[in-house]
């Protein structure tokens, strides 16, 4: 727990943009997100796919680590991976959107989703929201979702947004498929 603030201190507020699709809400990470971000970090299938490791995340210290880089991706960068909350019970179900630190191999809008809400269409729909946000915020012709070439689920997502895998890259020391998504399609197609 943090200490209580002194009255009159000043703190940094991320008060970063909210994007509403039809049943998903895309908004600024809160330390509620923390424990359901780490209990799918937890999951073997989940982890294999977006731990750097390709290992579950078992510790609450470490699942605290994993949100305060995305926190600081927004803080140092003024973006990031948005939670996604779901409209209907207030979960979080996930995070997606655009993530670009030093040594990735392109401006990218990755996904997450729960596994318990899995098989619904949020990724897309979460996907879809940020890639917009992309396109209308920043001068980027391409973005990549990085992924792996077993991860049949994910690629399913990237070929439903649209996008065309350009082949292998590199991503920490893991060879992945990069997958792009071209502003050019993304406005011609009104994908």
Not at 7 to 17: N, S, T
Request: glycine share 10%; with cysteine; hydrophobic share 40%.
């Amino acid at each position: 727990m943090v200490s209580p603030i002194k009255p009159g201190a000043k703190l940094l507020q991320v008060d970063g943009p909210t994007i509403e699709t039809p049943r998903l809400i895309l908004r600024p990470w809160r330390v509620s997100d923390i424990a359901r971000n780490t209990a799918m970090l937890g999951d073997p299938e989940v982890a294999r796919f977006i731990t750097p490791d390709r290992k579950p995340v078992t510790s609450e210290q470490n699942g605290w680590r994993n949100a305060a880089i995305i926190s600081g991706h927004w803080a140092l960068h003024g973006f990031g991976m948005f939670a996604v909350e779901e409209k209907a019970s207030g979960d979080y179900v996930g995070r997606v959107g655009p993530w670009y630190p030093p040594g990735w191999p392109g401006f990218e809008v990755g996904w997450a989703i729960t596994p318990d809400r899995w098989g619904r269409g949020y990724a897309v729909e979460a996907a879809r929201g940020a890639i917009d946000w992309v396109f209308a915020n920043f001068t980027v012709d391409r973005i990549v979702h990085c992924i792996d070439a077993a991860n049949a689920p994910s690629q399913g997502v990237a070929r439903r947004l649209g996008a065309v895998n350009e082949g292998p890259g590199q991503l920490n020391d893991h060879v992945v498929d990069i997958w792009v998504t071209a502003r050019d399609r993304w406005t011609r197609d009104g994908s």
